[in-house]
């Protein structure tokens, strides 16, 4: 099965994010009001050969903690979809 | 015979030379050791140098610390070898897990070109054995993602096992407590973001970086017995 897979990343919590903070002073400026807490992160998106839905997990899984993010400063979500035929 | 060290060179490493020529000056030994090989060539000491190894694409060092070469130099660190790691070889021995902590985007967003003056917290570790604690050394800074970051826990470690190794006097970038550079529990480990081999002729403006190449050959002797 062919599955889509979504892998969204950002700083931990208590991690300082020098763009955010710079995306957040600067809002105001531009007219935006009531916007707190950026955290600029990454999206990956790729497509994942696998027998079922919990192997595609369990790999997109093991890519995203041992490559895709730093655990020491990063955090993921990751998102598996079932692609749509062709 | 001289102390032989390896510089590690990866694909957008661009400090290699640099190293080895003050490597030279100080009458050191000193060959380049290519990522794609696993032979360290039997050197005493190996130092991963600065530059954008791979691009720096994903993150810095992300993609070098799967080079074949990273094997062979964690193995030689756990054996107790001296391994150094300059400005982004700093970041890839974070990213291989030979050092705690990582390094992110300077908290001003600039990238930093400047001299700093660093203070030696500790001369135990391969990169301050000949220095004096307490010294101030003006060596330069060349870096967009130096700061250096880690959890609480890991910094009251790093603080109570003395392995903060070079502090900043003037914080440039919002590294951590003003950190410079650490060392591993082992301490044979070291890596700091300034260039040491940028400051090692008067023509360069500083020569403060000459102790701390001067004690990585020491610590090459003593490796190599």
Known sequence: MLFSVLVETRLRPGIADPQGHTIERSLPHLGFEGISEVRVGKAFRFSLEAADEATAQAHADEVTRRFLINPVIEDADVTITVAEPA | MATRVGVVLFPGSNCEH?????????GGEAEI??????????VDAVVVPGGFAHGDYLRPGAIARFSPIMESVTAFAGDGGPVVG????FQVLTEAGL????????????FLCAMATLRVETTDSPLTSEAAVGDELRIPINHFEGNYTCDAETLAMLRAEDRVVVRYVDNPNGSVDGIAGVCNEGRNVVGLMPHPERASHALLGSTDGQVMLRSILAAGRVAAG
Do not use: S
């Open chain 2, 86 to 89: 300059i400005c982004n070889g």
């Open chain 2, 18 to 26: 640099d190293v080895v020529e003050a490597v030279r000056g100080l």
């Open chain 2, 99 to 110: 050092l705690p902590g990582a390094l992110q985007k300077n908290a001003g967003l600039k």
């Open chain 2, 33 to 42: 050791l290519w990522h794609a090989d696993k032979d360290l060539h039997g």
